[in-house]
């Protein structure tokens, strides 16, 4: 069963402009990674973060992760178009399952 | 890093026949190999875990009898979609993770995106 929730569901913003999605799961978690799907294809790995760090940056991407409240949130500054795309979270659990959330669909507008 | 690689990418098939679909760790191995499936505009779906060596672990709702898993050795792990309705139709997709603990990361296969007619 799905643990993870993304909020929103779906997000349009104007290029150059940062895009954050926030995702909360339930259970005690590993790690939780951040996944990117473009239209009909398959999943890129794009940050991971473990259960004991808080932050983690890659690039123009910034994840934090608060195991208190269950909750992590992806940061995109200055958006693309190419970062059109629909973007999960995935917790990994004590169990090295992987529940993933149900994704935000992110739309860069030009 | 650590590939999964997945075969075949994409597969037509008729109702009532099976389907094939392998998944292979290509640099590690991997004792436990998970299946998703993906319906359009959705999310993935654990479909159950395949562990090597012995009887998959099937997720709630998942019928066991239709969507056969194997896991023959270390770094491969089938799932077969017998009597293929359009139904199954859909994005399937694996997952291995090379560590354990907080540093293990999952990797996943090119997924294949099966259409049963």
């Known amino acids: 069963s799905q643990q993870g929730e993304e909020d929103p569901q779906a997000l349009s913003i104007q290029e150059g402009e940062n895009a954050t999605m926030n995702c909360s799961y339930k259970?005690?978690?590993?790690?939780l990674q951040w996944y990117r799907q473009n239209s009909g294809r398959g999943l890129v790995h794009l940050i991971l973060?473990?259960?004991?760090?808080r932050e983690k940056h890659s690039g123009r991407l910034r994840v934090t992760l608060d195991t208190s409240k269950k909750s992590s949130s992806l940061l995109i500054t200055a958006s693309r178009a190419a970062d059109t795309a629909s973007y999960f979270c995935?917790?990994?659990?004590?169990?090295?399952?992987?529940?993933f959330g149900k994704g935000t669909r992110l739309h860069i507008l030009p | 890093g650590a590939v999964v690689s997945q075969h075949p990418s994409r597969v037509i098939c008729k109702s009532g026949t099976s389907v094939k679909i392998e998944c292979r760790s290509l640099?590690?191995?991997?004792?436990?190999m998970f299946w998703y499936r993906q319906f359009p505009k959705q999310s993935l779906m654990l479909m159950a875990t395949?562990?090597?060596?012995?009887?998959?672990?099937?997720e709630q709702g998942v019928e066991k009898d239709k969507f056969l898993i194997n896991h023959a050795s270390l770094t491969l792990s089938t799932l077969t979609v017998t009597s293929a309705h359009p139904e199954d139709s859909s994005f399937y997709i694996c997952?291995?993770?090379?560590?354990?603990?907080?540093?293990?990361?999952?990797?996943f296969g090119q997924g294949t995106r099966l259409t049963v007619v």
């Open positions: 997952s291995a993770s090379e560590l354990q603990g907080i540093s293990a990361e999952a990797f």
């Open positions: 259970t005690s978690i590993n790690n």
């Open positions: 973060i473990r259960s004991n760090e």
């Open positions: 995935a917790t990994l659990g004590r169990d090295d399952k992987i529940i």
């Open positions: 640099d590690f191995q991997a004792t436990t």
């Open positions: 395949s562990n090597e060596g012995s009887k998959a672990t099937y």
